[in-house]
């Protein structure tokens, strides 16, 4: 059965503190996303990865930052948090089209929620 | 990247066939149309996708008429158990492209 999980479902920081939220995958993916969620406005992509050591900035990158040195781990690192930071953050991981039954079917973990104090 | 739109919330009772529909005026032609699921505290999974007509599984129907500027995604008697958001987003098949899931419609079943 196909799995994302991430490190923690819940994470309290206090600001300033260098955070670490870790995503890993089975399937064997060669994309991942970070994303965060929050009230009002949906799920917001922050950066994605489609292979190893390679990144792209989604729509909010401002204040974070990614590491992908394996295939099936996708980190995002809050370099200094702050408390506009506190958000539910999901990821994701996705074939490339033609691999699987759907195009671009992303899989989701439980996500974490963080809470920056 | 084709935008969609949809709206925000809807309320539906138990037994009812909930139909929720999706503006996507820009579509390009290797986009699909595909649906996702949230309920509360999880992430969202995918339900189903389509590129034109109609496709159902076990879950849902999608209607996609000709033009592709618009989709439906068809529940059939809701439970209180589908009470979600429903998220409508066009998916490339020419490779991967960033994708925009929006706020979705918030799907409340009324018993």
């Known amino acids: 059965d196909v799995k994302v999980t991430q490190s923690s479902r819940y994470l309290v920081k206090r600001t300033g503190e260098k955070v670490f939220l870790e995503c890993v995958q089975d399937m064997d993916h060669e994309n991942m996303f970070w994303y965060r969620q929050d009230p009002g406005l949906g799920l917001r992509l922050i950066y994605f990865s489609y292979d190893v050591k390679m990144k792209e900035k989604g729509d909010i990158p401002e204040g974070y930052s990614v590491s992908r040195e394996k295939k099936e781990r996708f980190s995002l690192i809050l370099e200094s948090a702050s408390t506009n930071q506190t958000s539910m953050y999901l990821c994701?991981?996705?074939?490339?089209?033609?691999?699987?039954?759907?195009?671009?079917?992303?899989?989701f973990g439980p996500g974490t929620r963080l809470t920056v104090l | 990247l084709a935008k969609t739109t949809q709206p925000i919330s809807m309320d539906s009772y138990e037994g009812q066939e909930v139909n929720i529909t999706c503006s996507h005026n820009?579509?390009?032609?290797?986009?699909?149309i595909t649906w996702y699921q949230q309920f509360p505290s999880q992430g969202p999974r995918f339900i189903i996708q389509g590129y034109k007509t109609k496709v159902t599984n076990e879950v849902a129907s999608l209607f996609i008429p000709a033009d592709r500027k618009s989709s439906t995604l068809s529940l059939p008697r809701v439970s209180l158990s589908d009470t979600a958001v429903y998220y409508c987003?066009?998916?490339?098949?020419?490779?991967?492209?960033?994708?925009?899931f929006g706020t979705g419609t918030k799907l409340q079943v009324i018993p």
């Open positions: 994701a991981s996705s074939s490339p089209p033609g691999q699987g039954s759907s195009y671009n079917e992303q899989f």
């Open positions: 820009n579509i390009a032609t290797n986009d699909y």
């Open positions: 987003l066009a998916s490339s098949s020419g490779g991967y492209q960033k994708v925009t």
